[in-house]
């Protein structure tokens, strides 16, 4: 089970970049939650992936060569939810209904802001990155997601107060 949760059921064995296969995957069942009116099992799912990574982490990453092996991903589909929470649940909350084609930018941005900062490591993620075991696997990842979603929601604002009004 430990496996199961750390790779997310195989899918950290995915090759090149699992961390971002990882994150697709973790951006499609959004998609699929809230195209079937369940855009609050977003966030709910981002702090279950968290709970189950935190608590499967300690011990599969015991005798592993590296502290934060490549085909753990639960900690990007966390963080990836925890970002995509951002602009879903406002566009839920709007009565929004078609995410995947006429809302778009809520899921891209999220997800190309994620992966982004989850590589760069900037600041307080990079900070978290460098942690031990189990929660700085998942905490920076988390903080990626946070940041993440903090610019999606920032770059929304701008682009509906600023720009969408100039278009008129």
């Known amino acids: 089970m430990r496996w199961a949760i750390a790779t997310v059921f195989g899918a950290g064995h995915l ?18 939650a809230y195209e079937a009116g369940g855009a609050l099992l977003v966030p709910l799912a981002a702090v279950l992936a968290t709970i189950a990574g935190l608590l499967a982490l300690p011990k599969f990453l015991q005798g592993q060569l590296s502290a934060d092996p490549s085909e753990v991903v639960i900690d990007e589909v966390a963080g990836q939810w925890l970002a995509l929470s951002f602009t879903l649940i406002p566009l839920w909350s709007h009565g929004v209904p078609d995410l995947l084609l006429g809302a778009w930018p809520a899921w891209v941005a999220p997800f190309l802001l994620f992966r982004l900062f989850d590589i760069w490591k ?25 940041f993440a979603g903090i610019v999606s929601m920032g770059l929304a604002g701008v682009y509906h107060g600023v720009v969408e009004p100039w278009l008129g």
């Open 122 to 146: 900037p600041w307080l993620v990079g900070r978290a990155d460098r942690m031990e075991g189990a929660t700085g696997v998942m905490l920076d990842d988390l903080l990626a997601g946070l």
């Open 15 to 32: 090759r090149p970049a699992p961390g971002t296969w990882a994150s697709a995957i973790a951006v499609v069942l959004a998609i699929v």
